[in-house]
């Protein structure tokens, strides 16, 4: 592996851990929504 391609595949690994952040506050945010709606009031 050159120094670019682990430069590359680190860059991705961010990029990829930043979208799982971000996948998970939108589950969290959604879960949150299903809470609220299926209350009854």
């Avoid at 595949?9 to 506050?25: D, S, Y």
């Amino acid at each position: 592996m050159t120094v670019l391609e682990a430069q590359w595949l680190k860059a991705l690994e961010a990029e990829n851990a930043k979208l799982k952040r971000l996948q998970a506050g939108t589950m969290l945010d959604n879960a949150a929504l299903r809470d609220v709606v299926g209350r009854k009031w």
